[in-house]
């Protein structure tokens, strides 16, 4: 069986959610075509996306197109954010996007190309809309060329365009195919200049699938999602040039979770898009680092719902319970354990996306509410991958990261409209983070001043490379202390370097344990287990902070900003104006790339100031310029260090630490 996972992307309005309809229609899925205009669609349930044309939760529908199963990925595609959720793109095999005929393409419209493109994901161009008033057809072919990508081909002619009757005929060869295929590909020029009638349509279309395949040519379809013109042509593209690959169900489990919902009791449900191998229920699987759980239940897409299945393979999209810790963007792999006695490794980085680069704290409108708003940011931040909270419990307070004000937005009406909270929030701060400068290290030893734990911890540390995560590594035996104690000093260890020496997370270093020791049960002589003599993990917990943090200022750190790379594109006439507009803002521009009418302008600019970017730019530019900027490099803060409130008990101020731990004690 064939499987096509395809995606639908566009500007808000476009018509994505009327085209997804007609699918369905023309599938046979629904009996009706619903109307977005009366709510009654099948995928758009929630308000908020109604109305800011965001998708906050994908979802998957299941259609079959002849002998071809094609899942429909609703990507969490909030145009503003794509650069950010672009590894969970990485599901699709193929993309629709749709653009109006009437107002073209739009600067979201180009952002979501150009990331189509970054990630070579095959994509036909629906243009929509071809009934109303104002639809065009050459121009906006025009536009699409010199906008979105000049490898593009129109796939047929419209007719009684901007009228109710307006009609799409895809022609077998279409005009300019020879000579876009040629372009790409050798054989093909070869032949056309030999002779330009030589070349069969037959052999043009398997040209044609095969460059559109590869993501280098773009077919374009004309039509309207409201009276079904062109779709047909449309879904014909879909099962003849789109990549329907048919993984090894034999090969290694890999898959990629790009979606998490809670189901009927609260459970975590996983959708998986599997690459390779086969899942069956019961088997363990293994995500994110160490973590291992074992699949109890699968179902799988099929005719518009869900059926439960013992299996799901390559190449299928699967629901997974049993994935109690499992997170969006996470990779799966099979938890089986291999000759070396190693467990097989899940594989990459468990960031899968860009680093959030702002974070603000939300706050109750209700004092009585700040419960349930906890429970409420929990499950946002579980379904949407880019919503991260940290928990202050010093404060009783919980910040969100952002991406962009805009998500302030969106995260203040969802509370709003399913859970009825209201909240506000504080200014938006910038998320900085430490990096370690030396070496250092530090000692405290069991039953020795001014060590009041039952513990001996030493510990070095050392920078490490940016992106490489936090690598802690034992110079003590392993056996010289029970497991659970060295495990113990290790959860602290990343814990503690959570909040470095002013405050911010410190990403990456390497820790070694330098020294070890404690004090063995006491149960020989009166078989009683006496705490005031006896090591337990909690002595390792409360001490390594100290331990840590004393090691750290002997090291020192520095702290870092983070950048966004930019993209500016703009009228010249303009350029002169935002450039100063840029300095002021600390951005560092590359030589501009000036052109007659509309320039490009790259470089790089501290996150703090995106947001005052985008601020003043419709002004700067009579609103033409478009921006696209995404997280870059973190680099050194110059002028005034800022700090952040701690939300622990500070190990930096050793009394005040003490007072507090001992007395939980
Ligand atoms: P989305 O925001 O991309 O999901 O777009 P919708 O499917 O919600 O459509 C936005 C608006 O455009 C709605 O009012 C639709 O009725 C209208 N619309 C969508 N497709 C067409 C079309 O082909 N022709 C016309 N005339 N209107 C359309």
Known sequence: MKALNLGILAHVDAGKTSLTERLLYAAGVIDAVGSVDDGSTQTDSLALERQRGITIKSAVVSFALGDLTVNLIDTPGHPDFIAEVERVLGVLDGAVLVVSAVEGVQAQTRILMRTLQRLRIPTLIFVNK???????????????????????????????????????????????????????????????????NALSDDALRAGLAEQTRRA?????????????????????????????????????????????????????????????????????????????????????????????????????IGKLWGLAEVRIGDRIAG????????????????AFFAPPTLETVVLPAKASDRGNLQSALSQLAEQDPLINLRQDDVRQETSVSLYGEVQKE?????????????????????????????????????????????????????????????????EVELGSMPYAFIKAVE??????????????????????????????????????????MSSTAGDFRLLTPLVLTTALRQAGTTVHEPMHRFQLELPTDTVRG????????????????????????????????????????????????????????????????????????????????????????
């Open 216 to 316: 280098v040519v773009h077919p374009v379809y004309f039509g309207s999602a409201i009276s079904g013109a062109g779709v047909e042509a449309l879904i014909g593209g879909i099962r003849e040039l789109l990549p329907a690959p048919e993984g090894d169900p034999r090969a290694p489990v890999a898959g990629s979770v790009f979606k998490v919902e809670r189901g009927a009791a609260g459970e975590k449900v996983a959708y998986v898009r599997m690459f390779s191998g086969e899942v069956r229920t019961r088997d363990r699987l293994r995500f994110r680092g160490d973590q291992e759980a074992k699949v109890t239940a699968i179902s799988v897409f099929d005719g518009g719902t869900t059926r439960t299945r013992a299996s799901v393979a390559a190449g299928q």
């Open 130 to 196: 071809i009934d109303r008033a104002g639809a065009r057809y050459e121009s906006l072919v025009q536009e699409l060329r010199a906008k979105l990508s000049p490898e593009v081909v129109a796939m047929g002619a419209t007719s009684n365009l901007g009228t109710a009757t307006a009609s799409f005929t895809p022609h077998q060869a279409p005009e300019g195919l020879v000579e876009l295929l040629a372009e790409h590909d050798e054989r093909l020029l070869a032949a056309y200049v030999e002779d330009e």
């Open 578 to 665: 935002v450039l100063s507009a840029l300095a002021k803002l600390r951005a560092i521009p590359r030589v501009p790339a000036l052109d007659t009418s509309t320039s490009v302008l790259e470089g790089e600019i501290p996150a703090a100031a995106v947001y005052q970017l985008e601020q003043q730019l419709p002004a700067l530019t009579r609103g033409e310029g478009v921006l696209e900027s995404a997280f870059k490099r973190y680099q050194p803060v110059t002028g005034a260090v800022p700090r952040r409130e701690r939300t622990d008990h500070d190990p930096l101020n050793r009394r005040e630490y003490l007072l507090h731990v001992l007395r939980r004690v």
């Open 491 to 532: 959860e602290t260890v990343r814990e503690t370097l959570q909040q470095g020496l002013r405050g911010w997370e410190i990403p990456d270093a390497r820790v070694v344990m330098t020294h070890s020791g404690y004090s063995a049960r006491q149960s020989h002589a009166h078989a009683v287990f006496d705490k005031s």
């Open 335 to 350: 938890g089986c354990v291999d000759e070396s006695g190693r467990k097989a490794s899940a594989g990459g980085r468990e």
């Open 410 to 474: 969106v995260i203040q009406t969802t509370l709003a409209t399913e859970y009825g909270l209201d909240v506000d929030f504080r200014e938006t701060t910038t998320i900085h983070i430490e990096r370690i400068d030396g070496e250092g290290a530090a000692v405290e030893f069991n039953k020795v001043d001014p060590n009041p734990f039952l513990a001996t911890v030493g510990l070095r540390v050392e920078p490490a490379s940016p992106g490489q995560g936090v690598d802690f590594a034992l």
